[in-house]
């Protein structure tokens, strides 16, 4: 079953504390994997799309990184207007879909 | 640049009305989505269009009805709402492929839907 999952589902860090999310999948033939930023009462907003493993997209304190099974949104030294609900989704090779995680809820103290 | 655009922003309906969301991109794409956002379960597919003149159902799309007015609209209808309809509506559309931004879905700044 074609499958996207996100880890933590939530995670509070002090400004300037590092870390990373997670995004696994599981699904037969990856078009994309894409990571959005959705702020509480808006829409996602598109941040990266990577295609293979290995790849690198980088924004500002965001690095998105890929491997054959999971992908990885680092957040280096953040600050509070970081903090928003990051979405994954991936997209197979065959037809139109899109399929999400449910999402990491950041929240970054000042 | 008003990118995807949707209507109304807040509505709330009884339980056996209907409505119409209705939904217009000015990026010429091709495909458009339809999705609801209920917690904890993310993003759910209601209804895609790939092309003009075309639909395809998603993963929910039990009591639901879209029509792809023209290039630019998509509307989904709720023909008799019930209380399960309640959520966050998102409007989307998908980048051309071989564009210069690939296979990437933009979202509208969604419609907050009551039924009681």
């Known amino acids: 079953e074609d499958q996207v999952t996100q880890s933590p589902e939530a995670l509070r860090l002090q400004e300037g504390e590092s870390s990373s999310l997670n995004c696994s999948y599981t699904?037969?033939?990856?078009?994309?994997l894409f990571w959005y930023r959705q702020d509480p009462g808006k829409g996602p907003e598109f941040l990266f799309t990577?295609?293979?493993a290995g790849e690198e997209k980088e924004k500002e304190r965001l690095k998105a990184t890929l491997t054959k099974k999971e992908s990885f949104l680092h957040i280096t030294a953040p600050k509070p207007e970081d903090s928003a609900t990051y979405l994954c989704?991936?997209?197979?090779?065959?037809?139109?879909?899109?399929?999400f995680g449910t999402g990491t809820s950041l929240t970054v103290i000042p | 640049n008003a990118g995807v655009t949707q209507t109304p922003k807040f509505q709330v309906l009884k339980t056996g009305q209907s409505m119409t969301l209705q939904c217009a991109q000015d990026?010429?794409?091709?495909?458009m989505y339809w999705y609801r956002q209920d917690p904890g379960m993310g993003l759910r597919l209601i209804y895609y269009?790939?092309?003009?003149?075309?639909?395809d159902k998603g993963e929910v799309p039990n009591g639901y009805n879209v029509s792809r007015l023209n290039k630019r609209e998509f509307s989904l209808r709720l023909e008799s709402a019930a209380p399960s309809q309640t959520s966050v509506y998102f409007c989307?559309?998908?980048?051309?492929?071989?564009?210069?931004?690939?296979?990437?879905?933009?979202f509208g700044e969604g419609s907050w839907l009551t039924v009681v």
């Open positions: 989307a559309s998908r980048a051309t492929p071989g564009s210069y931004d690939g296979n990437t879905i933009y």
């Open positions: 699904v037969s033939g990856l078009r994309g």
């Open positions: 990577l295609y293979s």
């Open positions: 989704a991936v997209q197979k090779n065959t037809g139109n879909q899109f399929y």
């Open positions: 990026m010429n794409h091709n495909s």
């Open positions: 269009s790939a092309s003009e003149g075309t639909t």
